[in-house]
């Protein structure tokens, strides 16, 4: 590997701007890194032809300088559009077809001067937490490549550590960010609802359950990415402002309190090592000066399930209902797809406006915690990464899991109420495989959760 991939985004990027690395170079280094490792591990699908890439690395160099990102390579998320190069989304129904536009912060980012090299691989349309699908197949997990790297943005997370891009960008309805970080050993960051635009079309009251966000290698570099992706935009007046946060991570926190919720009193089922493992990672928290306390499941588990996967199926149903609605294409989506969809169309309106009420109470008891705590910390899995050849898991620790995606419940409380959710890396554990731990904080609490990490990652180096 070229010592320069070894580099922070940060660095790289200083590097080109004060003229002491090519944009050319970097993409030359990139491009041979990819070749020698990609096909075994999966990560980038829909690649950009070398020549085409290299051109646009030698116009970068020649050119002014765009922004933050000029002449950085990047691999955009096949969920998300880029103009010109396909997004199958993982469904084969889709596969071959080539977008004219590029979605709100994918243009944001190639505003910013970033070179699309790419797509990363995701399942398909990002249901369930593991990296697999019938047009590219599987992604496999950087630490062990026998075992899954997670989901849905298991595609940037192994390009981030296997070294084939400095950042990424990732999505996150059902901890699609933060699994795979921690299943990676990378930093994932949920920004808080409306931070990051999303697409301004259709419905943008009902389903706000999805963000996409930032995924690096440091704090630093999700800094970096997150003031390029956040900022309102006209036309989705949902969206908020930001100021900029990259420059600011360096803070004292300590005396910073910190709630442990552990397993949710025990709801939440987990694999043997994975509590032992997620503690001693939050005893660093206290190695930090922050007060750390192990606090009570402040609301019932079961309630939060419930609202969570009857808004999650409404959803989904009505983001995949045309392809339902053409038999020819609905016979190519996964099971998990239709499931979602047939679920969704079968609810009331009484059970979505009851889901839409636990929603609000857990929001206000959520809101009462952090009067008196600044995040909650719970572990990014319930259970290590599994064999790439599987699905899903059947059961942990013998409890069978109902459901494609009962085994990521743990993510749940914050993706409900749209919080703000740094994932950070927590080591490897007595089975020499990757565990990371997600901080919450209360809605717009991002900068404060990015100075946690950037006092974890300085920690850790």
């Excluded at 206000?364 to 600044?374: G, M, N």
Aim: proline fraction near 6%; aromatic fraction near 6%.
């Amino acid at each position: 590997m070229d010592d320069i991939l070894k580099l922070d985004a940060t660095v790289l990027a200083g590097r080109i701007a004060d003229g002491t690395l090519t944009a050319e170079a970097l993409m030359i280094a990139t491009l041979d890194h990819v070749d020698a490792v990609n096909p075994a591990l999966n990560a980038i699908v829909s690649r950009v032809d070398r020549e085409t890439l290299l051109a646009q690395a030698r116009a970068a160099d020649a050119g002014p300088r765009k922004g933050p990102l000029h002449g950085l390579p990047i691999a955009v998320k096949d969920l998300a559009d880029v103009a010109g190069i396909p997004t199958s989304m993982g469904c084969a129904a889709l596969a071959g077809m080539v977008p004219r536009t590029s979605d709100v912060m994918v243009q944001r980012m190639i505003d910013a001067g970033a070179i699309v090299i790419g797509k990363t691989n995701t399942p398909e349309f990002g249901l369930g937490s593991h990296t697999y699908n019938p047009v590219f197949g599987a992604t496999r997990n950087a630490i062990d490549s026998s075992r899954s790297a997670g989901g849905s943005s298991g595609g940037a997370a192994l390009a981030l550590a296997a070294r084939m891009t400095s950042i990424a960008d990732g999505s996150d309805m059902m901890g699609s960010l933060r699994n795979p970080a921690g299943w990676n050993e990378i930093y994932g960051l949920r920004p808080t609802w409306g931070a990051v635009p999303s697409e301004p079309k259709g419905d943008t009251f009902l389903h706000q359950l999805s963000t996409g966000g930032p995924m690096a290698r440091s704090p630093a570099d999700l800094a970096l990415l997150l003031d390029v992706q956040a900022g309102r935009d006209p036309r989705q007046p949902h969206s908020l402002n930001h100021t900029p946060v990259a420059g600011r991570l360096d803070a004292d926190v300590s005396g910073r309190k910190i709630a442990w919720l552990g397993d949710w009193s025990g709801a939440y089922p987990m694999e043997a090592g994975v509590m032992d493992h997620a503690a001693a990672a939050v005893a660093r928290l206290g190695a930090m000066g922050c007060v750390v306390e192990a606090v009570s499941a402040p609301f019932k588990a079961a309630d939060i399930w419930e609202a969570w996967i009857t808004l999650r199926s409404w959803s989904v149903s009505v983001g995949l209902g045309a392809l339902y609605d053409n038999a020819g294409m609905r016979a190519k989506l996964k099971p998990e797809a239709i499931w979602e969809i047939e679920r969704g169309r079968a609810l009331t309106l009484a059970q979505v406006q009851a889901a839409s009420v636990i929603r609000s109470r857990w929001f206000e008891k959520a809101a009462s915690l952090f009067e008196t705590y600044d995040a909650f910390v719970l572990p990014t899995a319930q259970c290590y990464p599994f064999p790439v050849e599987w699905d899903w898991p059947r059961e942990i620790a013998g409890v069978k899991m109902d459901t494609y995606h009962r085994w990521m419940e743990v993510v749940v409380p914050v993706s409900l109420i749209g919080l703000p959710c740094l994932a950070v890396p927590a080591g490897l554990g007595a089975n020499g495989l990757p565990m990371g731990l997600q901080i919450a904080g209360p809605r717009g609490a991002d900068l404060a959760l990015l100075q946690l990490g950037q006092a974890w990652h300085q920690q850790l180096t």
